[in-house]
């Protein structure tokens, strides 16, 4: 099974609809993050947590919403998905007890999901 | 200006070749650096990580940086047509946030 699973790996809706994207670790990291990638811009930082009551805001938040559930599950939300919301998102983990030469800041990405907004 | 900026390509040459894929940077703050590879319809997995200046070698993957430059560099030697992914070059201050700039990737497609 995959460390860092990600549902719906594919999800066509329509303007307006409240779309969430889930993930899941079973890595017992710590930190989950949230990206979303668009050709010719690379990776942007929506959201990220740190533990379980810690939630802040990245780069391009406006539009989205998070929930972490527990230590192993981070939620995506889009309230009101609109076509520029269209892209490929990335769940990732990260463990801040590594070290900086082990790999500190080094994140783990699921398999990604594709939402398409009509 | 993006804070990391990296050439889309797409790159192709053919196996046995030597690929360098670059990236340059604006924040002198960044100290550590990652390669990432990012197979079609994959999520981006770390090739290598380095932390300040310096080379690190791993197999037929060399990663340099160069910080006076703000230039960081990913050598691959006899590329393989399995190389062929997008390469992703991200990077982040001295905090252990965990919160990374990327590139906007290399596409690179390795010939037989």
């Known amino acids: 099974d995959a460390d860092v699973t990600q549902t719906p790996r594919n999800r066509i809706t329509k303007t307006g609809k409240r779309i969430m994207l889930e993930c899941s670790q079973t890595?017992?990291?710590?930190?989950m993050y949230w990206y979303r990638q668009d050709p010719g811009l690379g990776l942007r930082l929506i959201y990220y947590?740190?533990?379980?009551?810690?939630?802040n805001k990245g780069e391009i938040s406006d539009g989205y919403s998070v929930s972490r559930q527990a230590q192993a599950k981070f939620s995506l939300s889009l309230e009101s998905a609109i076509p520029n919301q269209t892209a490929l998102y990335f769940c990732?983990?990260?463990?801040?007890?590594?070290?900086?030469?082990?790999?500190?800041?080094?994140?783990?990405f699921g398999a990604g999901s594709r939402l398409t907004v009509l | 200006q993006k804070e990391v900026e990296q050439d889309p390509g797409p790159l192709s040459v053919p196996e046995g070749a030597i690929v360098s894929l670059n990236c340059t940077y604006s924040?002198?703050?960044?100290?550590?650096f990652m390669w990432y590879r990012q197979y079609s319809r994959k999520g981006p997995e770390l090739l290598m990580y380095?932390?300040?200046?310096g080379n690190k070698e791993d197999g037929r993957f060399t990663a340099q940086v160069d910080k006076s430059s703000k230039y960081i560099s990913l050598f691959i030697r006899d590329s393989q047509p399995s190389d062929s992914a997008t390469y992703l070059c991200?990077?982040?201050?001295?905090?252990?946030?965990?919160?990374?700039?990327f590139g906007q990737g290399t596409t690179l497609q390795v010939k037989p």
């Open positions: 990732a983990t990260s463990d801040s007890r590594q070290g900086t030469s082990s790999g500190a800041n080094v994140l783990t």
């Open positions: 890595k017992g990291h710590d930190r």
């Open positions: 947590s740190f533990d379980v009551k810690d939630i």
């Open positions: 924040n002198s703050a960044f100290q550590y």
């Open positions: 380095t932390y300040s200046s």
């Open positions: 991200a990077m982040t201050g001295s905090s252990n946030t965990g919160k990374l700039i």
